[in-house]
């Protein structure tokens, strides 16, 4: 029975592999995948790795010395991933696409609760504070949501938008001309939108692709969504707009500096990171630990779709998951 090291596990990450595992010996870590922590791999073909593991150079090249040949994702995104140094040496396989609607519905979820204020509601309400002052949302139907991305998740987005009487513009490199959607330049999309959501994939072109010059541009009431990648947006450049109410407010399902605190009890610890401990001191910033994809239904595709791509591998067969270096 092949022996795979799992990282970076956590309770429910175990319930759907262990009911769908019939090949394999899963060794479970709660560490992260990172050169400091390559050595527990020892013994295991596989290892199955996500989205805040290290998996650098240094990481890949230690695996290999461990004889490791193929390194799972459990997850769409690869940008941790270094493709340059596994070519030649193991297999890099990923989920993309479990459950679009989970991040979908997530990212409608956020901005409902940031502009009807439902978690300061909540909160007063337990103190049997009943007042309404300062809970003055707006309303979606007849705004305008721009939506950066239009791959799964990004389409199942647009969908709850129009259900929701929304006015969609999206941007991407790649407009499907067919679809009906209507694609503008992103100047127009961040001069237009009441909503931006983002959700399109981590590149070079992508990196803070929400900077201090596309903030300059947006409507100073507009709610900005991220339930991507944290390096969409420049932090301390969102903090700044935010500081000086030249938007409205941000939800943020992920942050660019998340790796060492997202997914972890933090809650007893002095956070040194002072621009996440601004953003989340601001009445109009939500942050949510990067739990979009938290449904049922995706935790079971995304293992049912890892151990896929595991039987395939060590079965000789084509991998249809293969993230192959451009």
């Not at 769908?20 to 899963?26: C, G, K, S, V, Y």
């Not at 690869?78 to 989920?95: C, D, F, H, I, P």
């Not at 389409?155 to 959607?181: E, H, K, L, Q």
Request: net charge negative; glycine share 6%.
């Amino acid at each position: 029975m092949e022996k795979i090291a799992f990282f970076d596990a956590k309770p429910y990450d175990r319930v759907w592999f262990d009911k769908l595992n019939r090949d394999f010996e899963i060794r479970y870590f709660e560490s992260k995948l990172r050169p400091e922590s390559v050595q527990l791999a020892e013994g295991c073909r596989a290892v199955c790795a996500f989205v805040n593991d290290d998996i650098g150079s240094a990481t890949v090249n230690s695996l290999a010395k461990l004889g490791v040949e193929i390194i799972a994702m459990r997850c769409a995104g690869y940008n941790n991933v270094s493709l340059e140094a596994a070519s030649g040496k193991m297999k890099v396989v990923r989920v993309p696409a479990y459950s679009p609607y989970s991040v979908a519905e997530h990212a409608m979820g956020m901005i409902l609760m940031l502009n009807r204020k439902l978690h300061k509601a909540y909160i007063r309400t337990r103190d049997f504070n009943f007042s309404l002052n300062g809970l003055v949302g707006f309303d979606m139907h007849g705004k305008t949501a721009g939506v950066i991305g239009t791959g799964k998740i990004g389409r199942a987005f647009i969908d709850i938008c129009r259900g929701f009487g929304m006015n969609v513009i999206a941007n991407d490199p790649y407009p499907d001309t067919g679809s009906g959607i209507n694609y503008v330049t992103s100047e127009e999309l961040f001069r237009q939108s009441d909503i931006i959501s983002l959700h399109c994939p981590l590149t070079n072109d992508t990196h803070h692709i929400i900077n201090e010059r596309s903030l300059s541009l947006m409507k100073p009431e507009s709610l900005l969504v991220n339930t991507s990648r944290g390096s969409l947006i420049d932090s301390e450049a969102l903090l700044a707009a935010l500081n000086e109410k030249r938007i409205g407010g941000a939800a943020l399902d992920v942050y660019e500096e998340e790796t060492d605190l997202f997914y972890n009890d933090n809650s007893t610890k002095i956070v040194t990171d002072e621009v996440l401990s601004l953003l989340v001191s601001r009445p109009n910033v939500l942050i949510t630990s990067h739990q979009a994809y938290l449904t049922r239904e995706a935790l079971q595709s995304i293992a049912a779709t890892t151990l896929e791509s595991l039987g395939d591998f060590f079965s000789g067969k084509p991998l249809k998951y293969e993230i192959k270096r451009s």
